[in-house]
């Protein structure tokens, strides 16, 4: 049976008012199996629903007769002086749900002052995503098979003006994606990831039948600490790596004089039975101390998410899904206003709290910490 949704809006409806609204709509502007493949966790999705039950259960501490209005939400990262703490987490694939794809969030995020983590999964070109986005562009790098081919994509990146790395390696394969199984999600004919057109075609590792097909055989062609050091001889751009969990990992990173950290568990999307990334964050920022740079992710859907996550130790936060809802919803539009909704909303937590700015805001401005 063909697929029947809607095309993008050109208006947004009156009685779309927060992130969880575009998650609601999403569903009538995708087809059954691209929803499914996009809100899916990994397995029985127990870490992909942890991400949210947790910073739910993260109450926040007010305080009153605060004078607010000199307050902002302007902070430094790296270097660099963004308007808010946000920033669009790197989303594989985004003409499964538009037709222009990352060129429109894009255009939505250079209007709305947000960076843009561009995926090495993009089915825009990096440069052309490049030329188009006008707020920080940092880009997302996934080892490929081959390092020469890492190596050019990161050359191109360093050569459009991305101005940091982010190294994604809490994904060196698929997790198990029951749901995306069931609803029998394939790419669809056009849809592809362009940066990797011209990739070599090496030949996998040997089928040993002796041999397990996922430690031994898939396994032996994913990066490990050693590429990471390589990586960092190779290029001038700071680096951040994206999936870390465990304090120990974050401290060896920090070691090895790697920028920034992405503590994140790509959404749920892989691991299932892992914490939930806002559980991991305080360990992590105990682990890394109090001047180390750390972006989190997973679940972030209200401004008081975000006010929760720079309560526990994080400088600034990703929006995962939520661009995806709002793209398909209403194309550049849709994530423009995604994110002015996001805004301001941790513009309201942080004046409803009493903590103008956002180093104000800290571990005392939870209740139950
Ligand atoms: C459809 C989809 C595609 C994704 N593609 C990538 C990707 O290409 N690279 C990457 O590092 N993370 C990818 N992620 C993970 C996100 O960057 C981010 O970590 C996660 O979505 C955050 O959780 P949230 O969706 O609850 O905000 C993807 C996530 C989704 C939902």
Redesign the pocket.
């Not at 790509?266 to 999307?269: D, S, V």
């Not at 992710?297 to 972030?300: A, L, R, S, V, Y």
């Given at each position: 049976m063909a697929n029947t949704f809607q095309a993008a809006l050109d208006t947004i409806p009156e009685d779309l008012v927060c992130l969880s609204d575009y998650a609601s709509y999403a569903k009538n502007h995708m087809s059954h199996a691209v929803y499914e493949?996009?809100v899916g966790g990994g397995a029985d999705e127990l870490t992909l629903r942890r991400?949210r039950s947790k910073l739910d259960d993260i109450t926040i501490h007010p305080r009153v007769l605060i004078d607010c209005t000199q307050g902002g939400t302007q902070i430094e990262i790296l270097g660099e002086t963004w308007r808010h703490p946000m920033m669009l987490?790197?989303?594989?694939?985004q003409q499964l749900v538009h037709p222009e794809g990352e060129i429109a969030t894009a255009q939505a995020a250079s209007i709305l002052e947000t960076g843009m983590?561009v995926?090495?999964?993009s089915t825009v070109s990096l440069e052309k995503i490049a030329e188009e986005l006008e707020s920080p562009k940092w880009f997302?790098l996934?080892f490929q098979q081959s390092r020469d081919f890492s190596l050019s994509l990161v050359r191109r990146a360093e050569a459009a003006g991305y101005t940091k790395l982010?190294v994604?390696i809490d994904?060196p394969l698929h997790g198990i994606r029951n749901r995306a199984q069931r609803a029998k999600f394939v790419l669809p004919e056009g849809v592809e990831a362009v940066n990797l057109v011209d990739r070599p075609h090496l030949p996998s590792a040997a089928f040993d039948p002796s041999q397990s097909i996922v430690l031994q055989g898939m396994m032996s062609e994913t990066p490990t600490w050693d590429d990471i050091e390589w990586l960092k001889a190779n290029t001038a751009l700071p680096i951040i790596l994206?999936?870390i969990l465990s304090p120990a990992d974050a401290v060896k990173a920090v070691a090895m004089g790697i920028e920034g950290i992405?503590v994140?568990n790509?959404?749920?999307?892989t691991l299932d039975c892992v914490p939930a990334a806002i559980e991991a964050l305080p360990h992590i920022r105990k682990a890394v101390g109090k001047d180390y740079t750390l972006l989190f992710?997973?679940?972030?859907e209200r401004g008081t998410d975000v006010f929760k996550a720079l309560a526990l130790g994080a400088n600034a936060v990703?929006?995962?899904?939520?661009q995806?809802y709002a793209l398909a919803v209403a194309g550049a539009l849709g994530v423009g206003h995604m994110l002015r909704i996001l805004r301001e909303e941790l513009e309201v937590a942080m004046a409803l709290a009493g903590t103008p700015t956002i180093d104000s805001i800290g571990v005392d401005s939870l209740w139950n910490y």
């Open positions: 493949y996009i991400n987490a790197p989303v594989a694939f983590m995926s090495t999964l997302q996934y982010v994604t994904a994206k999936g992405v994140s790509h959404g749920g999307r992710d997973g679940g972030i990703l929006i995962g899904r939520p995806v």
